[in-house]
């Protein structure tokens, strides 16, 4: 359980890295996972493990890295536009796009549970960013979209990283997030180019807050996470990872002086709350998906 607390705690830091730093938000993302592949190839080296996929895990392993990229440089743009608690909130509605996947697609029945977690969420995300919408800066606007747009991506990624297994791969979960890791970093320094950006580190502090975001929420948060999973009963995992939105909120209001109303305050709650109740049930497509939560 203290694994996964400091887990949780760990990963609840990446927004903040993002705010941190003074280069472009694709760039970060490019550093967070150059950083984090290299230490996990250092890791998967020191193991001395192996990896063997066939065409079609290899086609899910290309398909994770895209949705990883579009998720880290969509969400990244989020956080400098709504804050690093917002965002993280928001990305987190995965949960419900799960759901959604798991009803349209997998033939699946929400319980009342579910369907209770959705409206309270819709109740939560009304009063988070709806209650003063009209009053608020088209840029924040945009960072709500983006915030939502990136709970659809990180649901792809994590549909496709359990495709991964599903598709014929052998190796051990080490192996496969660091060939994500890889792939994903070449993906967003493509991205990088085309944005003409430069990956130029101007300063120590930069670099230093840039090779702590691979390091910590990257790899040792998801370290942590994973070990610690199949040994605490899932309802505590999802009730514990609930530390990654809390803790963002948190280092938000600590780090970068942002307040928060009443009304934004008990949308959080809420929000928090449904996306809980969304964790309850495990769909049988989202079996071991669950140790992918942890890459934020």
Request: hydrophobic share 60%; aromatic share 14%; charged share 10%.
């Amino acid at each position: 359980m203290w694994q996964l607390i400091v887990g949780a705690v760990m990963i609840s830091f990446s927004a903040v890295f993002v705010r941190l730093v003074s280069v472009p938000p694709s760039v970060s993302a490019f550093y967070r996972m150059a950083f984090g592949s290299l230490i996990l190839l250092a890791v998967i080296l020191w193991r001395r493990e192996r990896m063997q996929v066939n065409a079609r895990g290899a086609l899910f392993l290309i398909l994770a890295a895209f949705f990883f990229t579009l998720d880290l440089v969509i969400w990244h743009r989020s956080i400098l536009y709504v804050g690093p608690g917002v965002a993280t909130l928001l990305a987190n509605f995965q949960v419900f796009v799960l759901a959604a996947v798991g009803v349209t697609f997998f033939k699946e029945h929400l319980t009342w549970p579910q369907w209770l977690a959705i409206a309270i969420a819709m109740l939560g995300l009304i009063l988070l960013v709806g209650s003063d919408w009209s009053g608020l800066p088209p840029q924040y606007h945009v960072g709500v979209v983006l915030g939502l747009i990136t709970a659809v991506c990180y649901a792809g990624y994590i549909l496709t990283l359990r495709g991964v297994r599903m598709g014929g791969e052998s190796g051990s979960p080490y192996a496969i997030i660091t060939a994500v890791s890889v792939i994903t970093a070449v993906m967003i320094a493509a991205v990088v180019a085309v944005e003409g950006d430069s990956f130029a580190i101007h300063s120590w502090s930069d670099g230093g807050w840039l090779f702590l975001y691979g390091l910590i929420p990257q790899v040792l948060g998801w370290v942590l996470i994973s070990h610690s999973m199949n040994k605490v009963g899932a309802a505590q995992v999802g009730l514990v990872l609930l530390l990654q939105p809390t803790g963002a909120f948190i280092w938000d209001w600590l780090f970068f002086g942002r307040h928060f109303t009443w009304p934004e305050l008990a949308g959080a709650i809420l929000a928090l709350v449904a996306i809980y109740m969304g964790t309850l049930k495990t769909l049988p497509f989202q079996k071991k998906a669950s140790e992918t939560s942890a890459k934020r």
